[in-house]
């Protein structure tokens, strides 16, 4: 499981740098190059989503972990295992993503 790092700001799971699930999903299973990955557990943030802290981890004020499960389809990446990511540490942006395709991995290096 990767250290995951996300800069995701306007996603609903966003905190503080890190990712409030404990399982996400990358998609690109044809990646050439960064920008053909996407997280697609990206949710917009808006006032209904703001309570998925809640739903995921009891609340707001318990600890995230840092190390987050990263199923992912971009086979074509080094760090891919079985469709499974096996980085020590990743990277998700997509700064200022309004949905998931303007979000990537950017840990993303092609075999
Ligand atoms: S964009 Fe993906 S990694 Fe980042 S907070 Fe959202 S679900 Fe988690
Ligand atoms: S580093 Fe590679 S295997 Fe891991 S999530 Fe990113 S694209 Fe997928």
């Given at each position: ?54 739903l ?21 990446c080094i ?33």
């Open positions: 499981m990767p250290i995951l790092k996300c800069g995701v700001t306007g996603c609903a799971y966003f905190y503080d740098e890190k990712c409030s699930k404990s399982v996400i999903k990358v998609s690109g299973s044809d990646a050439l190059r960064e920008l053909d990955t996407s997280c697609v557990s990206f949710q917009l943030r808006n006032r209904e989503a703001s309570d998925n802290y809640n995921e981890i009891g609340t707001i004020d318990d600890i995230i972990s840092e190390n987050v499960s990263v199923n992912c389809e971009a086979k074509t760090y891919n295992r079985n469709y499974l990511c096996y980085a020590k540490e990743i990277k998700i942006d997509g700064t200022r993503a309004r949905e998931k395709h303007e979000t990537f991995c950017h840990s993303f290096v092609n075999r």
